[in-house]
């Protein structure tokens, strides 16, 4: 009897330590010059990016150097609000 609590115990904790899923979040990338150029005549829109991050290992604003299609140029691409 005591084996199959200790087993029913051991489940249960295995079960709640395997929830660590909420770390991860959703971002949305977008250019910084186009922003900051209010876009370009010529262009028609502001270049973005759909990632992922790691909200404990990286809790600050991510910037990552990705290419714009619009500036057709690698710029710095920043972290916005959804």
């Known amino acids: ?3 199959i609590e200790q087993l029913s115990q051991s489940k249960i904790q295995r079960r709640f330590m ?3 899923k909420d770390a991860r ?3 949305i990338l ?3 010059c186009c922003v900051r150029n209010r876009v370009n005549k010529e262009s028609m829109g502001i270049s973005r990016y759909i990632t992922q991050k790691n909200r404990h ?3 600050s604003r991510l910037e990552l150097i990705k ?3 619009f500036c057709y140029k690698h ?3 920043g ?3 959804k």
């Open 67 to 69: 290419f714009c299609t």
């Open 18 to 20: 395997a929830r660590g």
């Open 79 to 81: 972290e916005i609000k």
């Open 75 to 77: 710029t710095i691409h």
């Open 30 to 32: 977008e250019c910084t």
């Open 57 to 59: 290992n990286t809790p």
């Open 1 to 3: 009897m005591e084996k």
């Open 25 to 27: 979040v959703t971002i």
